[in-house]
C-alpha cells in the first residue's frame, strides 16, 4: 500500500484532540458508526484520523495490525475523498485498501472491519465508474458486507445509508427492472434505508449522502428539494472532528 508522498490537510480543517479530550468525544464521533472505544493499540491511529493527519493515522493503522483496520480504511477514504488530487493514485489507493482489508477480515471481530471493506469497495466503484464495478462483480460484494454489518449492528446509521445508495445507484445505472431482477436493488428499499439512517445519525456525511441518494431515486427535477434541504442541514452542522469539517465544506459548496 502506497503511503508514501500524500498531501497533507489544509490547516482550517484540523483539529486538536488529545487522548482523553478525544475518548470524552468518541460516542458522539461514532454515533453514525457505534465504532467501540479505541485500546492502546490502536488509539494513536485513531487520534490522528480524527485530528486530521491522515498519512500519520494511515502509518500507525498499518502497523497496528487487523485490529486498526476501521481506522486505515477510514483514513483511506477520507485522504482520496477530500484531499489527494491525483484521480490514479485515489483509485490504487483505494485498490489496495480494499483487497488488503479482505485478506483481513476474517481476523477482525469488528462490525466496522466489515463495513469500512464495503465503504472502501464503495469509494473504488464511484471511481471507476458504477458500471465497471458492477461487471467486476462489486456489486454484490458490497450488498453482501452492508447486510452482513446491519445484521451484527441493526442502528448503524452509516451502513444503512451506505445500503441506500447501493440501492439508488444501481437504480440510475441499470434501471429499476433489470437493477432488481440481476442485482435486488428497490427504490423502495433505498427510502427504508434512509430513513433508518437519519433516524440513528443525522451526522453531516450522512446527510450528505442521503441527498445524493434522493437524487439518483428521483432525478434533479424531484430530487433536487429534498437534497438541498439536507445539504443545508449538513452545513448548519458543528463539526466534530476533521473529517465532519470538510464534510460540511462540501455540503456548503453543493448550495452556493
Known amino acids: 500500500m502506497k503511503l508514501t508522498d500524500w498531501q497533507t490537510t489544509d490547516n482550517v480543517f484540523i483539529k486538536n484532540f488529545d487522548k482523553t479530550s478525544l475518548l470524552a468525544q468518541w460516542d458522539k464521533l461514532h454515533q453514525g458508526d457505534l465504532q467501540s472505544k479505541p485500546d492502546e493499540q490502536t488509539i494513536d491511529a485513531w487520534l490522528a484520523f480524527h485530528n486530521g493527519h491522515y498519512h500519520q493515522a494511515a502509518k500507525l ?3 497496528a495490525g487487523p485490529a486498526a483496520l476501521p481506522v486505515l480504511l477510514r483514513t483511506i477514504v477520507a485522504y482520496t475523498d477530500y484531499i489527494c488530487e491525483d484521480e490514479k ?15 483481513l477480515l476474517e481476523e477482525c471481530n469488528d462490525h466496522n472491519a466489515i463495513f469500512t471493506t464495503a465503504l472502501c469497495i464503495g469509494r473504488y466503484a464511484q471511481n471507476i465508474s458504477i458500471v465497471k464495478a458492477l461487471k467486476k462483480g462489486l456489486g454484490n460484494k458490497v450488498k453482501s458486507l452492508l447486510t452482513q454489518t446491519l445484521e451484527a449492528e441493526p442502528n448503524h446509521g452509516e451502513a444503512h445509508i451506505a445500503l441506500a445508495m447501493y440501492h439508488a445507484e444501481i437504480i440510475d445505472k ?15 428499499e433505498a427510502r427504508k434505508h434512509i430513513k433508518k439512517g ?8 450522512n446527510l450528505i449522502e442521503a441527498g445524493n441518494a434522493y437524487l439518483l431515486l428521483d432525478g434533479e427535477e424531484k430530487g433536487m428539494s429534498k437534497a438541498i434541504k439536507l445539504y443545508k442541514q449538513a452545513a448548519k452542522s458543528k463539526a466534530l472532528d476533521c473529517l465532519q469539517a470538510m464534510d460540511i465544506d462540501f455540503a456548503i459548496d453543493q448550495i452556493e
Request: charged share 10%; aromatic share 4%; proline share 2%.
Open 61 to 63: 493503522a498499518l502497523s
Open 89 to 103: 493514485t485515489s483509485i490504487s489507493l483505494l485498490a489496495e485498501a480494499y483487497q488488503h482489508a479482505e485478506n
Open 174 to 188: 441499470v434501471g429499476s427492472m433489470l437493477g432488481g431482477l440481476t442485482y435486488g436493488a428497490s427504490a423502495d
Open 198 to 205: 437519519l433516524e440513528a445519525a443525522s451526522s453531516p456525511i
